[in-house]
Nanobody, 119 residues
Framework: QVQLVESGGGLVQPGGSLRLSCTAS????????MGWYRQAPGKQRELVAA???????NYVDSVKGRFTISRDNAKRTLYLQMNSLKPEDTAVYYC?????????????WGQGTQVTVSS
């Protein structure tokens, strides 16, 4: 299986910015549409941003204009630039494939990275 490792989370004040990274263990990463998911305490995990191998992107309405997803296939790395952060963005953020409702069975969930937005 392809292993995924997320990093870059932390504590930030409202209006601040963070950049998350996700690195895959295998080169087949470039074949898949990849996405960032988040899960807040007591809430269901949701897909917030996705990017195809060719660079086409899509975002959930709540983060449009604030978050930017990108990828570097040579580095097997996925990024999420988060600006104008709000307290409701507080969650554990995960990366995984995003081609359908269930991630590819060839990819494993990582540990996630905690993002906390608070004054």
């Amino acid at each position: 299986q392809v292993q995924l490792v997320e990093s870059g989370g932390g504590l930030v004040q409202p209006g601040g910015s963070l950049r998350l990274s996700c690195t895959a263990s295998e080169s087949i990463f470039h074949i898949y549409t990849m996405g960032w998911y988040r899960q807040a305490p007591g809430k269901q995990r949701e897909l917030v941003a996705a990017i195809t191998g060719g660079g086409s992107t899509n975002y959930v309405d709540s983060v449009k204009g604030r978050f930017t997803i990108s990828r570097d296939n040579a580095k097997r790395t996925l990024y999420l630039q988060m600006n104008s952060l709000k307290p409701e963005d507080t969650a554990v953020y995960y990366c995984n494939t995003a081609d359908g409702p269930v991630p590819s069975r060839y990819f494993s969930w990582g540990q996630g990275t905690q993002v906390t937005v608070s004054s």
